[in-house]
């Protein structure tokens, strides 16, 4: 089974709120990702999990604050986003180092900042 | 740092003909080659990847080629489907950058019945 959920599916926050997003994968993965895709561009690379630990920040603004609790569990924290940020976030797993290269994606929260 | 050009970036072919993606890349230390499949609202699929030690490699009707001396890869779809319509990213990861994979602008592709 090569599926990474994602929840919610869709949300709509103020730019003084707080909300997370979530990811889960049960394939065993021990490196998992967070991308940001605008509408007609590729993912963006946002964090990096490797072994629970961060190893990946592409310089992303504090207002997105990552969370990874244990080896199948996901979040990204959000607070006082700007419209800009409106966007689909996606989750991704994949092995790590050594041992595999497939990255697996979820279907992604379409997230938009009012 | 890792480059990836895609062409063509809108494609549009008879349901049954061949449809093919063609993507560069700039580091020639790159060694494992992906393609996605992105359907409207849905997350990237991995539908086929490639590594630098192979030339060419098929899976039914979906078959990727690379030359690693040009640094070019190609996908290649035969008998073209109306599902086969999506966006398609192909990317690029560097040996030594093992979780970061460096995508392509996509390819929009539609199969007209």
């Not at chain 1, 949300?11 to 909300?19: E, P």
């Not at chain 1, 629970?52 to 604050?65: A, G």
């Not at chain 1, 080896?71 to 991704?92: K, R, T, V």
């Not at chain 2, 590594?51 to 899976?59: A, F, M, P, Q």
């Amino acid at each position: 089974d090569t599926e990474v959920t994602q929840t919610p599916k869709h949300l709509v926050m103020g730019m003084t709120n707080k909300k997370s997003l979530k990811c889960e994968q049960h394939m065993g993965h021990r490196a998992m990702y967070w991308y940001k895709q605008k509408a007609k561009k590729p993912p963006e690379l946002m964090f990096v999990y490797s072994y629970e630990k961060l190893s990946i920040n592409e310089s992303v603004p504090s207002r997105f604050s990552p969370e990874c609790p244990n080896s199948s569990l996901l979040n990204l924290h959000l607070h006082a986003l700007q419209p800009e940020d409106s966007a689909l976030y996606l989750c991704a797993s994949s092995h790590p180092k050594g041992t595999g290269y497939e990255q697996y994606f979820g279907p992604g929260t379409r997230l938009t900042v009012t | 740092g890792e480059n990836v050009e895609q062409h063509p970036s809108t494609l549009s072919v008879q349901e049954g003909d061949s449809a093919v993606i063609k993507c560069t890349y700039s580091d020639s230390a790159s060694n494992y080659f992906p393609w996605y499949k992105q359907e409207l609202g849905k997350g990237p699929q991995l539908i086929i990847d490639i590594r630098s030690n192979v030339g060419e490699k098929k899976d039914q009707r979906i078959a990727v080629t690379l030359n690693k001396t040009a640094k070019h890869f190609s996908l290649h779809i035969t008998e073209t489907q109306p599902e086969d319509s999506a966006v398609y990213f192909c990317a690029a990861r560097r040996k030594t950058s093992y979780d970061k994979v460096i995508f392509g602008p996509g390819t929009s592709l539609s199969v007209i019945p």
